[in-house]
């Protein structure tokens, strides 16, 4: 069983930044692949970013260029760089952790993120 907990949300004005944290208790955090989703009201569950267990990223095409992925084995820890927010980046962001290409996947709780004046 893996645990993750996010942190790092809140309210921004849009065009501010956020910075989004995971960290996993995996013993083997390095081979798995980490993604970040999120979930507006009414909406479904969508893919923000991904990187691979050898550092290969991928985003959705509405956050290229101002999101960041990126991980820290050592510290079992995943983040999300979120510059130039817009009102509708607002959702909840949950992190995910997948291994053996779906056979192990587990969720954080989720952090809320609201961009809004």
């Known amino acids: 069983q893996v645990q993750l907990v996010e942190s790092g949300g809140g309210l921004v004005q849009p065009g501010g930044s956020l910075r989004l944290s995971c960290a996993a208790s995996a013993r083997l955090f390095a081979i798995y692949a980490m993604g970040w989703y999120r979930q507006a009201p009414g909406k479904q569950r969508e893919l923000v970013a991904l990187i691979t267990s050898g550092g290969r990223t991928n985003y959705a095409d509405s956050v290229k260029g101002r999101f960041t992925i990126s991980r820290d084995n050592p510290k079992n820890t995943v983040f999300l760089q979120m510059n130039s927010l817009k009102p509708e980046d607002t959702a909840v962001y949950y992190c995910?952790?997948?291994?053996?290409?779906?056979?192990?996947?587990?969720w954080g709780q989720g952090t809320q993120v609201t961009v809004s004046s």
């Open positions: 995910n952790a997948d291994r053996d290409s779906g056979s192990y996947v587990y």
